[in-house]
Nanobody
């Protein structure tokens, strides 16, 4: 079983910054990829940013140039640095980890964090 614990959400004014963290624990051989998603009221959950085990990153067009995803493989932790925040970034942010639980036999897991609220006031 893999558990993800998120932290770092809160209320910030437009133009401000927040840093989200997500730490994985439990039965983990390796975290292959991380993703940050968000869900605003009345909207579907959307991918904000992702990072592979090799460090390749991908961003939604709406956050490119403002958000940066990074990871600490030794600590099984992922971060999302959010700068120049806008009111439309307001949402619950969730982290997702694509985990290899055991290598032999190969067992994978996909785990979600509990979500952290980010509110950007205008």
């Amino acid at each position: 079983q893999v558990q993800l614990v998120e932290s770092g959400g809160g209320l910030v004014q437009a133009g401000g910054s927040l840093r989200l963290s997500c730490a994985a624990s439990g039965s983990i051989f390796r975290v292959n990829a991380w993703g940050w998603y968000r869900q605003a009221p009345g909207k579907q959950r959307e991918l904000v940013a992702s990072i592979t085990s090799g460090g390749t990153t991908n961003y939604a067009d709406s956050v490119k140039g403002r958000f940066t995803i990074s990871r600490d493989n030794a600590e099984n932790t992922v971060y999302l640095q959010m700068n120049s925040l806008k009111p439309e970034d307001t949402a619950v942010y969730y982290c997702n980890a694509q985990v290899i639980v055991t290598l032999i036999p190969l067992r994978r897991d996909s785990s979600w964090g509990q979500g952290t609220q980010v509110t950007v006031s205008s």
